[in-house]
């Protein structure tokens, strides 16, 4: 199971959905600038754990169902999704 694809796709079928993308890039933004401390992002379903260099996806149902990746990894991720989902100008 693919779990970034997961945590991406995890709307909740909202319409909020930028938004939400945006509150992710602030959170990853505040864990770079505070590297002692723990942020979370939460979605639907999944959640995105910011703690030092990493960012740990996991389950909001089972937290067994985890993975842990570099957060300029993560980061780059989410800024591709987010061009990806945005409106066409």
């Known amino acids: ?3 970034l694809s997961c945590l991406l ?3 909740g079928g909202c319409g909020h959905y930028i938004e ?3 509150d992710g890039l602030q959170s990853i933004s505040l864990a770079k600038a505070n ?3 723990t942020f979370d992002w939460a979605r639907h379903s999944w ?3 910011f703690k030092g260099e990493s960012a740990r996806i ?5 937290e ?6 570099h957060l300029n990894d993560f980061e780059v991720a ?3 999704w987010r061009a990806f989902v945005s409106p066409a100008k």
């Open 78 to 80: 989410l800024k591709s």
């Open 47 to 49: 959640a995105v754990e």
């Open 35 to 37: 590297r002692g401390r």
């Open 9 to 11: 796709g995890d709307d």
């Open 58 to 62: 996991y389950s909001l149902y089972d």
């Open 1 to 3: 199971m693919d779990l």
């Open 64 to 69: 067994k169902y985890d993975v842990v990746m």
């Open 20 to 22: 939400d993308i945006d």
